[in-house]
């Protein structure tokens, strides 16, 4: 992952993560993100690709840095990408705006997933914009 710088590994986590969302839902998945940095950019890179919720991540960034770098995609999916591209600078020069205080997050699509099951004894703290988000521990 050497060859992601980390505002492109965040923007790249985001569009993963929250690409058919909106700016909101891309603005609450970062905030999740800034806030397991601990509000450090500093701290954003290593949240994104190597902490243990980041597992198949780093495969997951290339793939869609490919995708970016050999654009074949729709509008909409590029004015997402340009979103997420803005949000995440916003991160890492400081600037960013939290919109949620939230550990977890999963989509709110109804199906069942390992990651649901293991957060189902955690405090919600919103469901909105597409996912549900789960304050830190019990």
Not at 33 to 52: H, I, L, T
Request: a positive charge; aromatic letters at 8%.
């Amino acid at each position: 992952m050497t060859n992601l710088t980390p505002t492109l590994a965040l923007a790249c986590c985001l569009s993963i993560e929250a690409r058919g969302t909106g700016e909101a839902g891309i603005r609450d998945i970062a905030s999740v993100v800034w806030y397991r940095a601990e509000g450090k950019p500093e701290n954003v890179y290593d949240v994104v690709c190597n902490n243990s919720w980041a597992v198949g991540m780093p495969e997951a960034l290339r793939r869609e840095v490919d995708k970016i770098a050999d654009y074949k995609g729709n509008v909409l999916d590029w004015r997402a990408w340009l979103i997420c591209m803005r949000v995440a600078t916003e991160v890492m020069n400081g600037d960013f705006k939290q919109t949620i205080i939230a550990q977890q997050f999963h989509s709110d699509d109804g199906k069942s997933s390992p990651q649901r099951t293991a957060l189902r004894h955690r405090k919600i703290v919103a469901i909105r914009n597409g996912f549900v988000f789960y304050a830190e521990g019990k």
